[in-house]
């Protein structure tokens, strides 16, 4: 069920990903400030590919580091919040990333980019900026996130099937408890330590 949040001068629409993405992205959504400047905090969160149509801006992460926001930027996986500065009117179209995803994409460098975001074009070249033009040319929300699905679709095709028991595992077991006892990971997944810890750098 899509869920739209409008009160001016915010709207905020989420929308869900098809079922063959269900295991790569998390939601849709897009966001639309109509004012002339942006501060706003977001919690800890796993990765987002963002469109930015309009506006301009940039993150900065718990860990000191500030990045700028491209015209369309991948962020990293976030260990706490992340303070974005923007100015408008913003308009923003992404899709949250969720584990084997974001190691499809990022391979065995994906631990490296955690608190951080850069120039999608780093990944995908030109075509990140084609896809821009793309989404930025057509009318409705669900026509943007039929593309950026699309998109994320073809470039995580080699996506590797055998993590989403993994990360289903880890995903439950996060949510139980705000501080989960690593013990009670190694005994629902059946691995040991250092395979736990490549495990969760790679995919989280």
Known sequence: VEVCIMA???MMRYGPPPCELKERISSFYELRLDVADYDEIERADRPQFRIMLSGQGHYEFATGTIDPAWPVTIVGPTSG????VGK???HVVGAGLLPPAWAALMGADSADWCDRAFDATRVFGDSTLALADAVRAVDTSEQRFELIGAFLAAATERCDAAPFWFTR???EWLAESPAP???LLHERTGLGVRQVERLCKRYY
């Open 88 to 90: 408008g009117p913003m």
């Open 8 to 10: 001016t001068p915010v």
């Open 181 to 183: 006892p690593v013990e």
């Open 169 to 171: 595992i880890v995903d």
């Open 81 to 84: 919040r992340l303070r974005g």
